[in-house]
């Protein structure tokens, strides 16, 4: 098998966890459109149906995913939301409880607010950034950690060494949701997490054409995971998971492109009279700066602003963008940009946007992989008064 741990990210992202053909073999791997497959006679032989998730693509793919991650072993799901409800539901029954960061991705905000609770499963949701937070929301009843890192749309990087330090104390499985991030900025079981998941429809599939979620981590896990797959069904088709491995194999090098013009970008709003705030973690100004440093190889594309103004002017830069494209969503190798008041966080009071720091006129920008002078003179243009 190639692009084992022992080769670097790119060589991963291409050959990790696939078998070399032989000669005659396909180059590229070959979609399996089939719902089933011939069985096996042997009494214990594995039935492989697609519906299980074992169809030969979602296990060339998971074995990628897991050669990324260092993980043991990895599961392709039919969205970042299927992810993030099979993890928990994998580490959580009646009556436990589950403690998570307050600030949050609104569809998993959502899920722990709305659907855990009418299975019996309670909440406590605390500030990430305080692993004193963490160790003081701790019951009995606790049974997992939630954190996601870095954080959407504010870019907040808690230091999850500090979070899995409290988790062995209790014994508590740790779940990061790494999406912003990437296997190639950042692999969260090399700090002791126990399960990572991913929206492969952001920077894995990298070309906003497919619907996935991704779980790694612990084999124990994974295969429970698993069993929740075949009785609940958020299985991806062959074709999309097709998409999402070619896409994945592109990862790395479009990852080099998305950090230089994140912080490109980035750089030059702080230096906008128009913009009252930037947050990017590769930016000595952020908060959380030295900790990003420390467990990232890289910063991502996605830079957030806070727009002179308020939600009036930062509509009208929305408007007025040419290049990039007004849409919610990153990843894709295109540019897009929206307000979480209206996409994200949609669902939350503004009071409770506030609270995470998601204020007036605050827009998030998605960075492509286009030359970052053009992404630049199209904000110029969109932020010019009124008349220019």
Known sequence: MTGGEETGPSTRSVHGGQERPGPGGPVVFPVYQSATFFTDTVPDGEVRYTRYGNNPNHQALAAKIAALEGA??????????AAAALSLLTCLAVGDHVVAARALYGGTLRLLSRELPRLGIRCTHVDGMSPQAWSDAVEPETRVFFVEI??????????????????????VPVIVDATFATPINFRPLHHGADLVMHSGTKYLGGHSDV???VLAGRADLIAEVREKLISFGPVLDPHATWLLDRGVKSLAARMTRHNENGLTVARWLCTHPHIEHVLYPGLETHP???????LFSGFGGVVSAMIR?????????????RLISAAPSL???ESLASMPR???????????RRSLGIGDG???????????????????????????
């Open 72 to 81: 043991e072993a990895a599961i392709v799901l039919a969205s970042g939301n």
């Open 150 to 171: 870095p954080v959407n749309p504010t870019l907040r990087v808690p230091d999850l060494r500090g979070i899995v330090a409290v988790a062995r104390e209790r014994n």
């Open 211 to 213: 619907t996935a979620g």
């Open 288 to 294: 959380d700066h030295a900790i990003a440093k420390d």
């Open 309 to 321: 103004g308020g939600d009036d002017a930062a509509l009208r830069v929305m408007q007025r963008l």
């Open 331 to 333: 990843g894709g190798v």
């Open 342 to 352: 209206f996409t994200s966080h949609a669902s939350l009071t503004p009071e409770a």
């Open 362 to 388: 605050f827009v998030r920008l998605a960075l492509g992989i286009e030359d970052a002078r053009d992404l630049i003179a199209d904000l110029e243009q969109a932020l010019a008064p009124e008349g220019d």
